[in-house]
């Protein structure tokens, strides 16, 4: 499999096409900075309410605002977003002759703004939309009427684009999360630390095949000669990792020095001693 998929890095240059640990870090840049200017605006909120209640009240607004900006003088600038340029990562077109210093042609840039800024926005609209409904629905009164007639149209279409918006939000949270997962199952399976483990797991040596101490004509001797002391067994007793039987005090002496059986130099103990009773005594 591995052959199969030496093209996927031989193929391109590196100066062509970005590295998936340079995608995954600038996705991870930008990802944690809305996270982190909430909580400043949080501490600030909670320590002067009067003075900045409002950017807490308005964070996504103003954040949806400044980060329109942001994205929009680098796209202008460098034809990428923030967190794209902090990495040195370009968009080009596959049929752009334009210089990527130049910045995006009109309609690649405003799609490119629309996907970094505003569908954020509205995606965490749309969460909250749907987090207000589920509260609604779990701790308000509903009284039971038995004429049906009470509720009007108007109700029961908000009701209807209610339960339709809960749904597309609901899908929509649901394939980000899996984006997001395999996201981070592919930086793990890319990360410095598995690779390294997969890479040592790999490099292990073959063990050896298992040590015949005794010539195979040992396995044509007589079914009662012990093949220690070439006598006749007494107190017999197996060996259960390689299935020989013995005499007792041979195999206790040759398995407690050697820890392995004679025979086939398989590991054993002195746990792997099984007396055999015969009914000839």
């Known amino acids: 499999m591995a052959e199969r998929g030496a093209h996927l890095t031989s193929a391109a240059p590196a100066e062509d096409r970005p590295f998936i640990f340079e995608v995954l870090a600038q996705d991870s840049l930008m990802s944690a900075v809305k996270p982190t200017l909430l909580h400043a605006v949080k501490i600030l ?13 308005r964070f996504d607004e103003i954040y949806a605002i400044l980060d329109v900006l942001l994205h929009h003088y680098f796209l202008s600038r460098t034809s990428v977003s923030f967190s794209e340029n902090f990495y040195g990562l370009k968009r ?77 939000a609901v899908s929509l949270s649901t394939s980000l999360s899996i984006g997001v997962f395999f996201l ?50 007494t107190n017999d007793t197996a060996l259960a990792t390689s299935g020989f039987v013995f005499c007792y005090k041979c195999i206790y002496v040759y398995v407690k020095a050697n820890h392995r059986c004679p025979l086939t130099g398989y590991l054993s103990g002195l746990q792997h001693l099984i007396k055999i009773y015969t009914p000839d005594g």
């Open 45 to 57: 909120a909670t320590s002067n309410p009067a003075r900045y209640g409002f950017l807490w009240q």
């Open 92 to 168: 080009v077109g596959e049929d752009s002759t334009q210089a990527a210093h130049l910045g995006l042609r009109q309609r690649p840039h405003w799609r490119s703004l629309f996907l970094l800024a505003l569908l954020p926005y509205l995606h965490t609209k749309l969460e909250k939309v749907l987090a207000r409904l589920r509260d609604e629905d779990d701790f308000s009164i509903r009284l039971s009427y038995k004429n049906l007639c009470v509720f009007s149209f108007g109700e029961k279409f908000q009701r209807l684009v209610s339960t339709a918006v809960g749904g597309v």
């Open 184 to 233: 981070q199952f592919l930086e793990w399976w890319y990360s410095s630390e598995n690779q390294s483990t997969v890479k040592s797991l790999t490099s292990l040596p073959t063990p050896p095949p298992p040590l015949h101490l005794h010539s195979p004509e040992t396995s044509h001797t007589h079914i009662k000669v012990c093949p220690l002391c070439r006598k006749v067994r």
